[in-house]
């Protein structure tokens, strides 16, 4: 193993399709970018197109061919099509198992013995296909800036890669679930007739500053970890606080009492794995310990 593979294999597993053909397969990976202009007002698009000149020269190499690349307004795709008999497609095939898309990927236990720069690397390309910081993303103080990975109906990655993130001593800071007793916990959105509201993406939430081991390749989204995990850290540090006392903390560390949420009629929708589903909960806590993202397993 090696780092650009691992990063390649964190880009399939965070944002990939997979179309296998009888002798050859193709691999598709989308960028996506919601909002056009970056924190600066920059094009995204651009800051994009000047990232895939670096992914090029990182993964082209590797892969032995060149990358096919499009782009629209709101998302961008990196392709590739190599014979299934080519060592590199075998590796990629035997690593994703009989996964068609990031929808139904697991990551292989294989990814928990890499060495820990090839684990960053991993969750390096994870995250720039699945990854958002903006200034928005605060918790409670303007400051306190996160790093979202959105992982959409995929409940078993999200316990992947936080247990991955655990392996390099990374916490994560909360994982709003797309639960009904997390989403619609007080049944606003049951109430007004919207029974599904709570079927969206999975969002897992990184202090800034603890996501800074990891980074970004994304030009754009690099350049606002720095910011932010460096305003963090002042903001942090101006209240007289020390930074890694209140961001470097795992849930299993931490206390406090749940708020008591209503039942959801909700609970036992298919959407829900069967390992949670009709189970009530009132944290998200207990939902990643059912799941398998806990302290020791």
Not at 264 to 274: K, L, Y
């Amino acid at each position: 193993m090696n780092r650009e593979m691992s990063y390649l294999l964190g880009l399939i597993c965070g944002n990939g399709e997979i179309k296998r053909g009888a002798s050859e397969t193709t691999v598709s990976i989308e960028i996506p970018h919601k909002k056009l202009a970056t924190e600066n007002n920059n094009d995204v698009r651009i800051y994009v197109r000047a990232s895939i000149t670096d992914i090029r020269a990182v993964l082209e190499p590797l892969i032995g061919t060149g990358l096919s690349f499009t782009q629209q307004d709101n998302y961008s795709i990196i392709s590739f099509t190599k014979p299934n008999n080519e060592y590199l497609m075998r590796e990629i095939l035997r690593y994703i198992g009989n996964a068609i898309s990031h929808e139904n990927i697991r990551i292989n236990d294989e990814v928990f013995d890499f060495t820990r720069d090839e684990k960053l690397s991993f969750l390096q390309g994870f995250a720039d296909v699945t990854g958002y910081i903006r200034r928005s993303n605060y918790f409670f103080k303007k400051y306190m800036h996160r790093v979202y990975l959105e992982v959409p109906h995929n409940w078993y990655l999200v316990t992947d890669v936080c247990r991955l993130l655990k392996e390099v001593n990374i916490p994560v800071q909360v994982i709003d679930w797309a639960h009904p007793n997390m989403r619609d916990g007080n049944l606003v959105k049951f109430n007004e007739g919207k029974p599904d509201f709570w079927k969206k993406e999975h969002q897992i939430k990184i202090w800034a500053n603890e996501f800074l081991p990891i980074g970004f390749a994304v030009l754009h989204k690099k350049e606002a970890l720095e910011i932010f995990a460096k305003e963090l850290t002042e903001g942090i540090e101006g209240e007289g606080k020390e930074v890694e006392e209140l961001t470097h903390r795992f849930y299993w560390e931490s206390n406090g009492k749940n708020k008591l949420k209503p039942n959801h009629p909700s609970e036992n929708d298919e959407f829900i794995p069967t390992e949670i589903r009709g189970k009530h909960y009132d944290s998200w806590k207990d939902i990643a310990f059912d799941l398998g993202y806990k302290e020791h397993i």
